[in-house]
């Protein structure tokens, strides 16, 4: 499973957490504006804006799980098991495969409204990477740096694109449906809870956070949907970068997987292998990882962007304890 999410507190965070029990690899990945970009049914895209994002990178391709745009448009694909369905390919449409989807959005638009305007007359086709790197069922959440948000689900009733009012996403079920179970959400408070039970009745306030009981806060993709949209919602506003990098990594850390917790096959957990996000506004990726709690960070290098090579760097994945005697 994983988790996505949209933080606006002057600048804007974007990223998401990679839920998952293996990994395949993947490296913080900055493509350059003139590396061509080819497709499988669409001509290539020779010139485009430049995109950091957590990529595995094959024959030379960015295979992006998320990423961002110098422009400030972030989007993560995440995990849609039974509901996503991909098309044969369709003579009036624009065909983008899944694994092509990332690029084909962020090398093209800067805003939200820009990428509704694309996907209008998109399809996602029925094309895998290769024979090892199967179709993924997938779908979307796309950010810009206003805090607009709109996630994407091609399912067999077509293309369904979606406001976000809460700038959050998991996995199953459909989108409306995770808004509507938010509902069954709505006195989850901050704040100690007012007696409504019995008015009568004397009931103790016998603990701080009363107001979050009911709060879920399971593994399953409803529960982080709602733990995360409460988490986020109430979140402080830092008047620094760093203050508010912290708070954005605290809130996809609280949703985060731990090992042990998470069963997908009989000794095999699901686990949080990196949570990252972009500044929107600055370009700087950040990221931790299972294994580092450290924050590491890649900037974007705004002046070196004119040119057609990937830029990689390895995941800082070694633990980072400061012992202080
Ligand atoms: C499995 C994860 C989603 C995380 C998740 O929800 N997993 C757990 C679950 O099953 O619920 C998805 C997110 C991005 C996906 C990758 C990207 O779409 C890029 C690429 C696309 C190829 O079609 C398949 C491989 C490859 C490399 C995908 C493998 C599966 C990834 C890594």
Redesign the pocket.
Known sequence: ??TSVIYTVGDAYFGRN???EVS?GQQVVIMPRDFALHFRKLPTIAHHYAITGMA?VQDNYP???DGANEKGLGMA???F?GPAHYFPEQTDKQNVT??EFVPYVLGQCATVAEAKKLLKNVSLINI??SDK????P?HWLIADKSGASIVVESTTAGLNVYDNPVGVLT?NPEFPQQLQNLANYQSVSPANPENTLAVNLSLPVYSRGLGSHFLPGGMDSESRFVKVAFTKENAPVGKTEDENVINYFHILHSVEQQKGLDEVAPNTF?YTIYSDGMDLTTGTFYYTTYTNNQINAVKMPKDHLDQDQLMTFDLQDKPTINYQN
Do not use: H, K
């Open positions: 499973m994983c990679l839920d998952l395949f595995l295979l992006y799980f694909g995440l995990n098991d899944p694994f895998n990477f790197l199967a179709l993924s997938l996995n699901e």
